[in-house]
């Protein structure tokens, strides 16, 4: 898999889209919130390169999921920790993981993949319990 330069928003977007694709199919639902959030603005994208970043990552994950026929199927927890050491910056941090409970929450329903890859950012990121899953911050569960 390609890295992105350390801190960038490709490497925050990939991040994203790894949630969003994690339970094998990514619904209007997960885009429409992250689009009414203003992720793009957020993460420093250009406008419209979210949904280019989540096809590079499909196909980058297919052509080494070959094997097991799975997008996540070699999705290990060392590849989540290379992916996770991209990025150090700690707003940059909660940002992606806001946006990514959002998105991932957005279906109504939070999946076995998208819970691996949102636990796996909040232990890399040694995030405290009120920014993650199950938060009590008012703003996260409004963005949620």
């Known amino acids: 898999m390609r890295s992105y330069p350390h ?3 490709e490497a925050a977007a990939r991040i994203v889209a790894l949630v969003l694709i994690s339970d094998g199919h990514v619904c209007s639902s997960e885009f429409d919130i992250l689009k009414r959030l ?3 603005s957020e993460l420093g994208l250009e406008p ?3 949904p280019h970043i989540v ?5 980058e994950l297919l052509a080494g999921g070959y094997e097991t026929g799975s997008l996540m199927g070699n999705v ?3 590849a989540l920790a290379s992916l996770m050491a991209e990025i150090s910056d700690p707003m940059l941090q909660r940002t992606v993981l806001r946006l990514s409970l959002a998105a991932a929450r957005a279906d109504g ?3 076995d993949g998208e819970s691996m890859v949102v636990e796996a950012a909040r232990r890399h990121w040694k995030l405290l319990d009120g920014e993650g899953p199950g938060s009590s911050n008012p703003a ?3 963005a949620a």
């Open 7 to 9: 801190n960038s928003p």
């Open 38 to 40: 203003g992720a793009e």
């Open 48 to 50: 419209q390169l979210l």
């Open 55 to 59: 096809h590079t990552l499909c196909e």
């Open 76 to 78: 290990d927890d060392s």
């Open 109 to 111: 329903h939070l999946a």
């Open 140 to 142: 996260q569960r409004e």
